[in-house]
């Protein structure tokens, strides 16, 4: 069964502290892996798109990357706004309908000042 | 602005009253979809619109309905509520295959 797993469930830094954030996938054919932020009360924000292994992406203190088996979102020198939880997803092409998504049940991230 | 807006953000209602929430973007996205997301399941996938030609299950789509007769608009049906489907909905449009999608506010709904 296609599967998406993240890990650790809840994270908590002080500022300045680096970190990653790992997503691990059991599916064949991906499509796209997605990372997404989550505010509390809020629908998820978008972050990272990834095709491929060895695919990398940045912004501001965010970096993603993907091998093909999982994805880390590196979060460096992180401040306490980073403070959501963190979301990724996996699409994968499985014959004709390929507009599924499966999502990660999440990293909860606490940056403390 | 760019948005998705979903009505109603909150709903009580009892077993077995149909209810329809509504879900509309102006981006002109081909790509929409519902999901839902209750404490411990995370975000699950409902159904999803890859055009208005173009409609198909998600991971749990018992109990709901869909229609996407204009680009803009997909509203979810549930014909029939029941208890089980307490939970927060989120509707999202994105471009082409939904790479990138753009979720709207959420609807709280609650079924006594």
């Known amino acids: 069964e296609d599967q998406v797993t993240q890990s650790p469930e809840a994270l908590r830094l002080q500022e300045g502290e680096s970190s990653s954030l790992n997503c691990s996938y059991t599916v064949s054919g991906l499509r796209g892996l997605f990372w997404y932020r989550q505010d509390p009360g809020k629908g998820p924000e978008f972050l990272f798109t990834l095709y491929s292994a060895g695919e990398e992406k940045e912004k501001e203190r965010l970096k993603a990357t993907l091998t093909k088996k999982e994805s880390f979102l590196h979060i460096t020198a992180p401040k306490p706004e980073d403070s959501a939880t963190y979301l990724c997803a996996v699409q994968w092409d499985f014959g004709t309908s390929y507009g599924k998504l499966t999502f990660g049940q999440g990293t909860i991230l606490t940056v403390h000042p | 602005e760019a948005q998705v807006t979903q009505n109603p953000r909150y709903l009580i209602t009892v077993t077995g009253k149909k209810l329809t929430v509504t879900c509309s973007q102006n981006m002109n996205h081909e790509y929409m979809s519902w999901y839902r997301q209750d404490p411990g399941l995370g975000l699950r996938q409902i159904y999803y619109?890859?055009?208005?030609?173009?409609?198909d299950k998600g991971d749990v789509p018992e109990g709901y309905k869909v229609s996407r007769k204009e680009k803009r608009n997909f509203p979810l049906i549930l014909e029939s509520p029941s208890p089980n489907q307490t939970s927060l909905y989120f509707c999202?449009?994105?471009?082409?295959?939904?790479?990138?999608?753009?979720f709207g506010p959420g609807t709280r709904l609650t079924v006594t």
């Open positions: 619109s890859m055009n208005v030609e173009v409609t």
């Open positions: 999202a449009s994105g471009e082409g295959e939904g790479y990138e999608q753009y």
